[in-house]
């Protein structure tokens, strides 16, 4: 595992007065400063909200995760409250003509006065509550405030309306910035403090990307917020130990086994935090030294395919947006001409929508022009021998296959799979993904078909399918340096498998992937080879199948298959992948054992 960040200095924060740092560029009048090329979608959607009802977070909708499983009815108003009151906040800031203000005050008051800002599927990883002690428990009161990654947003949402409107807002009533400052200390600064909480880490357990995401945004509310410098210096040595604790969750090759999509809320938002400590101290705390966090930027340009399109394994969607302006700020902060080219080139997809998960990333793009667009090419090969991942582009083509365990975080009984692009678009695919609900982050998981090796570009030994548990894992992986690599994939599965040996070589060259499976069995099985896509195949006659993108998988002639339509059954996967049907290919083999090759070109 790799180094830590400040402990080898010493965990010991320096924290400048209050009011003296700049973690936001001075203005006479803040927000005056923002761009207008940022700031339309921002107008736009405060424009909107002057006419629009606040959404209502009533008991009846905060029942529903415990009754149905279902999160979307509580959360899409929870987040549409937020999203209402950061935009007409940054609305009235640059224009400052008070259009906006009483609108503000209405949803500010509706956020305030919310019992808590923990959202119910994440209740269960609360210390504090238990959804078993009555539904719903937190709207008993006296209870101390629980600190997820939404009560963080939250706060930090809050903190933006004080930064910039607090004082608007106290002249007619005084009140106004007290209250937010106090109801800020109670919910964020206090529960950070104190800890206890899983993703802190200080049980032993590895974190994961809420512990940054929350030590960012505490950060940002104790930044502009907590007028107490020993309090906020406080805030910066949890921040310090916790982030270090995470770092150390990462290997050298800085390789994130939650994918491109949350190593946003990993990778970025640890990139956030050391800003945020770094303009806290006055540069006096550097954080972006350490040779760990320019390896874990790096992983995100090592994990592109083309456009808005990344390696998505996991629970990861098939296309991911990180802010261009972002990654190339990052990249200048650790020194890496990759990651500023590649931030250069994401800039021109970027869209000027404001992100609320870390608004102080946002935050700081609304100041920023795009960068001038750099030259950039990626390597032909990246390896994550910590993730066993291999990311191969040669030609037109990409190949991306990983290794590993099924107890990875995020994970998907997925170790061996792969997917195949050409020109950028996906050929053979990885899902992602559907809509969060309360079974998938449960015991029950894997009983949807997407989290499942069987609806994978994996196989299954008479019908029986990976294991769950980073017990069922690969070995003996071997990386050539040139696009090719095979793993040893009989301990992915159960001893009811049978398998007494099973190796997956996959290899890309300049006419597109070969893949060959090579095994031996205990006994007779049908062994059931499975290619997932998102579009139909079609046989030409000719002993090949007709794929999309203008490719054509080959297979062994002694093969039988079917082809498998099955409903997409979620929204999520039909707005990511376009379709409301998937399609996967079942090439069927008797026997004891087996050695077949596969092609596409």
């Not at 997820?148 to 002249?171: K, P, Q, R």
């Not at 910590?386 to 083509?397: E, H, M, Q, T």
């Not at 069995?521 to 998102?534: G, I, P, Q, Y």
Request: net charge negative; proline share 6%; glycine share 10%.
């Amino acid at each position: 595992m790799a180094e830590t960040v400040f402990r080898s200095h010493g965990l010991s924060a320096r924290v400048l007065p209050f009011g003296t740092y700049d973690i936001l560029p001075r203005e006479k009048r803040r927000g005056e400063g923002f761009l207008a090329a940022r700031m339309t979608e921002v107008v736009r959607v405060s424009d909107t909200a002057l006419t629009e009802e606040i959404p209502q977070l009533t008991p009846a909708l905060w029942k529903l995760f415990f009754e149905t499983g279902e999160r979307q009815g509580f959360e899409t108003p929870y987040f549409e409250r937020r999203k209402m009151l950061v935009c007409l906040t940054l609305a009235e800031a640059w224009k400052g003509e008070g259009r906006y203000l009483a609108k503000i005050r209405e949803v500010l008051d509706a956020i305030l006065a919310e019992p808590t800002w923990v959202i119910p599927a994440h209740l269960e990883q609360d210390s504090d509550y238990r959804a078993s002690e009555g539904i719903p428990p937190v709207y008993r009161p006296g209870r101390e405030q629980g600190l997820d990654i939404m009560a963080g947003e939250s706060g930090a949402c809050v903190a933006v309306t004080l930064y910039y409107l607090g004082d608007v807002l106290s002249e007619g009533t005084p009140s106004y910035a007290s209250r937010m400052r106090e109801t800020l200390r109670d919910r964020i600064i206090d529960p950070y403090i104190r800890g206890g909480f899983h993703w802190t880490g200080e049980d032993g357990r590895r974190v994961n990307n809420w512990c940054p995401w929350i030590a960012a945004n505490a950060l940002f509310v104790a930044a502009v917020a907590e007028t107490d410098d020993e309090t906020r210096k406080t805030v910066m040595e949890k921040a310090m130990e916790r982030l270090d604790r995470f770092v150390a969750g990462y290997p050298d090759d800085g390789g994130c086994d939650e994918g491109a999509s949350y190593w946003g809320a990993a990778g970025a938002a640890l990139y956030d935090a050391l800003e945020l400590i770094l303009r806290m101290s006055g540069g006096a705390v550097d954080g972006f030294s350490a040779p760990i966090v320019r390896a874990i930027g790096e992983f995100l340009p090592k994990c592109h395919i083309a456009n808005t399109r990344f390696v998505n394994f996991a629970d990861c969607p098939p296309r991911v947006n990180p802010k261009g302006t972002v990654l190339e700020h990052y990249g200048e902060l650790v020194g890496s001409p990759l990651l500023r080219a590649f931030g250069s080139m994401m800039s021109a997809y970027e869209t000027e929508d404001f992100v609320l998960s870390i608004p102080y990333r946002s935050l700081r793009v609304l100041y920023t022009p795009r960068p001038p667009v750099r030259p950039y090419r990626p390597e032909r090969d990246n390896y994550f021998p910590s993730l066993k991942v291999l990311v191969s582009r040669r030609g037109p083509y990409l190949l991306a296959s990983k290794g590993g365990n099924n107890g990875e975080s995020h994970n998907h009984n997925d170790v061996g799979n792969f997917l195949f692009c050409r020109e950028g678009e996906p050929v053979l695919i990885d899902t992602g993904a559907g809509v969060y609900s309360r079974i998938t982050f449960s015991e029950r998981r894997y009983e949807l078909y997407y989290m499942q090796s069987s609806y994978h570009n994996l196989p299954d030994f008479d019908g029986v399918q990976q294991g769950v548990g980073d017990a069922y894992a690969s070995y003996e992986e071997h990386y050539d340096g040139d696009g090719g690599w095979s793993m040893e994939l009989a301990h992915a599965y159960p001893p009811e498998a049978g398998i007494l040996s099973y190796r997956r070589a996959l290899r890309l060259d300049e006419d597109g992937m070969t893949l060959r499976e090579t095994y031996s069995l205990a006994r007779d099985e049908t062994v059931t080879f499975h290619f997932l896509c998102a579009q139909a195949p079609e046989d030409d006659g000719q002993g090949s199948l007709r794929l999309s993108e203008g490719c054509n998988l080959t297979y062994p002639a002694e093969l039988t298959y079917t082809l498998d339509a099955f409903a997409v059954a979620d929204e999520r996967l039909t707005e990511n992948w376009g379709t409301e049907t998937f399609y996967r290919l079942c090439f069927r083999a008797d026997g004891r054992a087996g050695d077949y090759t596969f092609r596409v070109r």
